[in-house]
């Protein structure tokens, strides 16, 4: 199994998190490459001019993708690292507590409303600006799982254990302390996605899950372009013929012992991770999804 297979089985395997990175990395690396190539045939595209969110409503007109996309796009290498770092980390707290469509529907949901904030904001001190990037659903997630669970510890490299609601914090007094800064707009956003996720937590312990909106539009998306089977035309009158046994017994312990040796896979997977399987046992899990 090459690298490239490798990278396929571990998307196909992993969770939403891992799915989400994956997402944010390949158009970190279009908005990179694909300028580069284009260029050696004389065609000068900015990518970023095209998925970045615009301080001017108007540009929603011709880009409404923006509200969205802007929060899978990056400005350069360290912005991309600080903020996949910062999502790898709040989403296996996060997901120590709810589901991965709580996840992506917070995430996405954050994302519009950090979004908006800044663009409400922008406008209102007529000023004009575009931003990228994922940090206001990052800080989301981050401030959900820290209001659900604020004294939880946490061990940090170099720093030791300390209490999760002492890491949202400094991160939220760096966001305001830079404020008046160069990139304002990214910090409302960062504020503005925090205070989103404060909210989206306090809804829940209320009953009212706000990621089902995520839910129930992709289900119906995903529904509307299913083909329903036809129905066959039913007979009212059959003849009824004693059904003939068939022996199909060595196909059914065949499969059943592929099965077994799937689920222990899964399960070494489970406890030790990707990385702990062997090569052979990599190539038959890669074998076995085709």
Same mark, same amino acid.
């Given at each position: *199994?090459? $690298? &490239?297979?490798?990278?396929?089985?571990?998307?196909? #395997?992993?969770?939403?998190?891992?799915? +989400? !990175?994956?997402?944010?990395?390949?158009?970190?690396?279009?908005?990179?490459?694909?300028?580069?190539?284009?260029?050696?045939?004389?065609?000068?595209?900015?990518?970023?001019?095209?998925?970045?969110?615009?301080?001017?409503?108007?540009?929603?007109?011709?880009?409404?993708?923006?509200?969205?996309?802007?929060?899978?796009?990056?400005?350069?290498?360290?912005?991309?690292?600080?903020?996949?770092?910062?999502?790898?980390?709040?989403?296996?707290?996060?997901?120590?507590?709810?589901?991965?469509?709580?996840?992506?529907?917070?995430?996405?949901?954050?994302?519009?409303?950090?979004?908006?904030?800044?663009?409400?904001?922008?406008?209102?001190?007529?000023?004009?600006?575009?931003?990228?990037?994922?940090?206001?659903?990052? *800080?989301? $997630? &981050?401030?959900?799982?820290?209001?659900?669970?604020? #004294?939880?510890?946490?061990?940090?490299? +170099? !720093?030791?254990?300390?209490?999760?609601?002492?890491?949202?914090?400094?991160?939220?007094?760096?966001?305001?302390?830079?404020?008046?800064?160069?990139?304002?707009?990214?910090?409302?956003?960062?504020?503005?996605?925090?205070?989103?996720?404060?909210?989206?937590?306090?809804?829940?312990?209320?009953?009212?899950?706000?990621?089902?909106?995520?839910?129930?539009?992709?289900?119906?998306?995903?529904?509307?372009?299913?083909?329903?089977?036809?129905?066959?035309?039913?007979?009212?009158?059959?003849?009824?013929?004693?059904?003939?046994?068939?022996?199909?017994?060595?196909?059914?312990?065949?499969?059943?012992?592929?099965?077994?040796?799937?689920?222990?896979?899964?399960?070494?997977?489970?406890?030790?991770?990707?990385?702990?399987?062997?090569?052979?046992?990599?190539?038959?899990?890669?074998?076995?999804?085709?």
């Amino acid at each position: *199994m090459n $690298i &490239l297979d490798d990278l396929k089985m571990q998307y196909k #395997l992993g969770g939403i998190v891992n799915k +989400l !990175i994956y997402w944010n990395v390949a158009c970190f690396l279009i908005s990179f490459v694909l300028p580069g190539i284009l260029r050696i045939f004389n065609v000068d595209l900015n990518v970023l001019q095209y998925v970045s969110l615009s301080s001017n409503p108007s540009d929603l007109l011709w880009k409404p993708w923006s509200l969205i996309s802007y929060a899978f796009f990056h400005f350069d290498f360290f912005h991309i690292l600080f903020n996949m770092l910062v999502l790898n980390f709040a989403s296996q707290l996060f997901l120590t507590f709810f589901t991965q469509k709580q996840f992506l529907g917070l995430y996405l949901l954050a994302a519009v409303f950090g979004g908006a904030v800044f663009m409400g904001t922008y406008y209102l001190m007529n000023m004009d600006a575009p931003i990228v990037g994922a940090s206001a659903a990052i *800080m989301a $997630i &981050l401030m959900a799982v820290t209001s659900y669970q604020p #004294l939880m510890e946490v061990r940090l490299l +170099l !720093i030791g254990r300390v209490k999760l609601w002492h890491i949202t914090a400094v991160l939220l007094i760096l966001d305001l302390m830079q404020l008046r800064l160069e990139n304002m707009g990214g910090h409302i956003s960062h504020l503005a996605g925090a205070l989103f996720g404060f909210v989206y937590i306090k809804a829940l312990q209320n009953g009212t899950d706000m990621s089902l909106i995520v839910t129930n539009v992709i289900s119906f998306f995903a529904n509307g372009f299913r083909t329903t089977p036809s129905t066959p035309f039913k007979k009212v009158h059959k003849n009824y013929n004693k059904p003939v046994e068939k022996r199909t017994t060595s196909r059914i312990v065949t499969k059943d012992k592929t099965q077994q040796q799937i689920d222990e896979i899964l399960d070494k997977i489970s406890q030790s991770g990707y990385d702990s399987l062997t090569k052979e046992e990599k190539d038959f899990l890669f074998k076995s999804g085709k």
